[in-house]
C-alpha cells in the first residue's frame, strides 16, 4: 500500500509554504526515517490500514526572523485548543497536546525539535481538506 499524507497535513503544509515561500524546507519531511520506523511508534509511520502518514515537520526557518517558528507553533497550539484536528504539536523542547489543556510542558522525547516544528493530526482528519484558521497563514483566530 502506497503511503501518502492526511488531506489536513497536506492543508496545513500548503497554507505555510504560501505563507512563507521562500522558507528553508531543509527539515522538512512527513515520512518515517529508519529510526522513527525502528522505534516503531511515531505519526510519521503509515497506518497499516491505509497508508495514511498522519504527521508533519515544518522547518524552523521560516524567515529571516529567528522568532516566526516558535511564534507559528504556538499559534498552531492555540487553534488546536478549540478544534480537534491536530492532536499535538512538538517545537524547542516543549509540547502541547491535550493532556493539560494544550499548555506547553517539557518534550522529553529523543529530540527537543529545535531544528523543525512536529504537528501530528487525528486520524478523523484523514480527508479534511478544509483551510485552518491560523493568523500568520492566512485567518483571524
Not at 492543508?11 to 505563507?19: A, P, Y
Not at 522529553?108 to 491560523?134: E, Y
Request: hydrophobic share 35%; glycine share 6%; with cysteine.
Amino acid at each position: 500500500m502506497k503511503p501518502w499524507l492526511s488531506k489536513a497535513a497536506a492543508q496545513l503544509r500548503e497554507q505555510i509554504d504560501d505563507s512563507y515561500t521562500n522558507r528553508s524546507r531543509k527539515s522538512d519531511g512527513w515520512i518515517a526515517d529508519l529510526r522513527h520506523q525502528q522505534a516503531g511508534k511515531s505519526d510519521h509511520i503509515p497506518d497499516k490500514a491505509n497508508g495514511c502518514v498522519r504527521a508533519i515537520d515544518i522547518d524552523a526557518r521560516l524567515s529571516d526572523n529567528k522568532g516566526d517558528s516558535a511564534y507559528l507553533a504556538d499559534q498552531i497550539r492555540q487553534y488546536a485548543k478549540n478544534n480537534r484536528r491536530i492532536s499535538y504539536v512538538i517545537h524547542l523542547g516543549k509540547i502541547a497536546s491535550p493532556v493539560l489543556g494544550w499548555r506547553w510542558r517539557k518534550y522529553k522525547g529523543f529530540s527537543p525539535h529545535n531544528h523543525h516544528i512536529h504537528i501530528s493530526f487525528n486520524k478523523d482528519q484523514d480527508s479534511n481538506s478544509d483551510f485552518f484558521n491560523i493568523p500568520l497563514l492566512g485567518g483571524n483566530l
